[in-house]
């Protein structure tokens, strides 16, 4: 039976009907709907973990135990996981294990473009790369033949449009996989350094029997040509496009490359060519192996993803001429006006950086939906790296702080912040803000830390986690109480404030920053998206009460507009009717929309 399936839809399948046993991870676009695909299907036990480390040692210890497992994550999740992953390799496994990583080519919904191809060339782990939605099916399954085959982890790795891509995908029935038996080896699985020193001649070795092993993964479209093009996954699609002529060896498995087939190929053509994205990994390999006429980055950017157009223009030298707009309506997509993110109408984040942009604090932030607190009309969050940073951060920048202090440097010139807060969402904080916290408190910090609680994992489309009291599959379970886990680490200053009491919170901001001891303030708010959530009829302005001084523009919420007279609007298709709005205004003229459209 056919299905038209995201490439993230078809991996869950190929994994769900090659028997997978076991399914951790933690969200991130563009990787998350694996997970939550497989989560629908029987036989299969799902969770969504605190972070990646902890899916990626949850997955390595069902494979140990003879179980089929899979761990899922973006690119900078890998980041995370990293630390099980490079030791997984030397140990190696018993039932199939296989990390599914989707890179984000462009940074569609990320902090970074590293690409995830070198962590396999370190990690000495074989990385297999689909170019469709059947491939991703396909190349699911073979993985977790591959693993248990060869004894190692495998990296399946996509990209964005992989990933969020449909094509039509023949599926079939799941094959029950009998669980290995587990048979003690402390020589194989316990990775002290005399056990270690072993298993890495054996990767070594692995390493040389997989390069002939990816000679099997090519796949070459028409052979004999001038003009020889190498590449992989969703490149693939863009270069069958574009080189319609062209001889093309596409490769399935990127790590190791399979020397042998790319020399013989790169010996039948005259003009060799690799199109990949990103950083020139399979580029710099052709020449280690000794085929110096290569070329690659000489024409295509190593910056963001690519593109029929962009590889058309690099390569030619000149734009395909575009397609003439729609008569009905003369207009070009470059017509189209810009829509800015922000947060959304009703969000519980708006009132914690209205009021951080008031009192002029320094903010360290975080990953999450409220990483737009940077953006206009707060511009209230100074720095953001990678998940859990935050906590960190503010501590280094109080430390530093202190020495200068006590050295009688005095601040920097302009300095002239009031105070250092951070800024972490509540599915973060548990991700990996907790040891930050400790950290703190350890090393007798006097940080303030402020959690966004808005009852879920937000920023990936609502995921339970440790902290909502559901596991993946709704089922009740055990939640983290932020109160007594902060007490718990030693913070004896935690309150709870509703980000919506403008004066209240206020209040609590100001109180804890003198505090000169470590505090969390927890914002306590559900997402205005929820289902649960509902705030009733949307506000509306009377326009005769209106005295146009902009104090309601300043919360930046989308649904709030001026008209040309300068009177303020509320748009209702947008409104949620949270009222968040209505202690901005000192004159009554924003309020609760009644029948008739009269304001309460």
């Given amino acids: 039976m056919k299905e038209l399936l995201l490439g ?55 494979a140990i135990g003879g179980g089929r497992a899979m761990c899922c994550m973006k690119h900078v999740g890998l980041n995370v996981a990293a630390d099980p992953l490079f030791t997984a390799s030397y140990a190696g496994v018993n039932g199939g294990l296989v990390f599914a990583v989707a890179d984000d080519p462009g940074l569609f919904s990320s902090q970074n473009d590293q690409d995830s191809r070198f962590y396999a060339l370190s990690a000495h782990v074989p990385m297999i790369e689909p170019s469709d939605s059947t491939e991703c099916f396909e190349f699911t399954k073979k993985a977790f033949e591959l693993s248990e085959k060869y004894d190692t982890p495998v990296i399946l790795r996509l990209t964005t449009r992989v990933s969020h891509s449909r094509s039509p995908v023949e599926v079939g029935e799941r094959k029950a996989v009998p669980k290995k038996p587990y048979v003690k080896d402390i020589q194989k699985y316990v990775m002290m350094p005399g056990m270690a020193k072993k298993r890495q001649a054996i990767v070594k070795e692995r390493d040389r029997i997989m390069s002939e092993e990816a000679d099997k993964w090519i796949k070459l479209d028409n052979p004999g040509r001038k003009l020889g093009i190498i590449t992989s996954g969703i490149c693939y699609q ?59 980055k000489k024409y295509f950017t190593p910056l963001g993803e690519l593109g029929t157009e962009k590889i058309r223009q690099a390569y030619y030298g000149a734009k395909t001429p575009a397609a003439a707009p729609a008569e009905s309506s003369g207009l070009t997509v470059s017509d189209a006006p810009m829509r800015p993110p922000t947060l959304c109408p009703g969000c519980p984040h708006r009132g914690v950086f ?22 206009a009309p707060y511009k209230s969050m100074d720095a953001c790296i990678c998940m859990g940073a935050s906590i960190g951060m503010s501590h280094g920048m109080e430390k530093a702080e202190a020495v200068a202090a006590s050295e009688a440097l005095g601040d920097a010139e302009g300095d002239n912040i009031r105070g250092t807060v951070a800024v972490i969402g509540d599915s973060t904080f548990v991700h990996s803000g907790i040891t930050g916290l400790v950290n703190i408190v350890y090393n007798k910090g006097a940080s303030t830390v402020i959690i966004l609680d808005n009852s879920i994992t937000g920023m990936t489309g609502h995921q339970q986690n440790p902290t909502t009291g559901k596991t993946i599959r709704m089922e009740d379970t055990y939640p983290i109480d932020l109160t007594q886990l902060c007490k718990a680490v030693g913070v004896r200053r935690v309150r709870v404030e509703d980000p919506f009491d403008l004066k209240g919170f206020r209040a609590a901001v100001l109180e804890e920053i003198e505090a000169g001891e470590p505090s969390v303030i927890i914002a306590r708010r559900p997402c205005a998206l929820l289902k649960g959530v ?52 000192r004159f009554g003229a924003i309020g609760k929309e009644q029948e008739g459209g009269c304001v309460k």
């Avoid at 942009?357 to 999450?368: N, P």
């Avoid at 146009?548 to 303020?568: E, F, H, N, S």
């Fill in 8 to 62: 993230n839809e078809a991996v869950a399948r190929g994994a769900w009907e090659a028997g997978v046993h076991v399914v951790s991870s933690y969200p991130g676009t563009p990787s998350t709907e694996i997970t939550e695909t497989l989560s629908k299907l029987s036989s299969v036990y799902c969770e969504w973990s605190p972070n990646e480390k902890v899916s990626a040692e949850v997955a390595i210890g069902a």
């Fill in 354 to 375: 209205y009021t951080l942009s008031q009192l002029k604090l320094r903010v360290t932030g975080d990953i999450g939906c409220y990483t737009l607190g940077a953006a």
């Fill in 238 to 296: 863009y270069v069958r496009e574009v080189f319609p002529d062209a001889s093309v060896l596409k490769l399935g498995m990127i790590y190791p490359l399979p020397e042998k087939a790319i020399k013989e190929f790169a010996a039948s053509v005259e003009e060799l060519l690799v199109v990949e994205e990103l950083e020139p990994y399979i580029e710099d390999f052709v020449r280690q192996i000794g085929i110096p006429y290569v070329e690659g």
């Fill in 534 to 585: 509902n705030y009733g009829r949307p506000v509306t302005v009377d326009a005769d009460k209106c005295r146009r001084c902009g104090a309601c523009m300043r919360l930046g919420c989308p649904a709030i507009l001026k008209t040309d007279a300068g009177v303020a609007k509320i748009d209702r298709s947008l409104c949620v009717g949270c009222e968040f709005c209505v202690q901005m205004c």
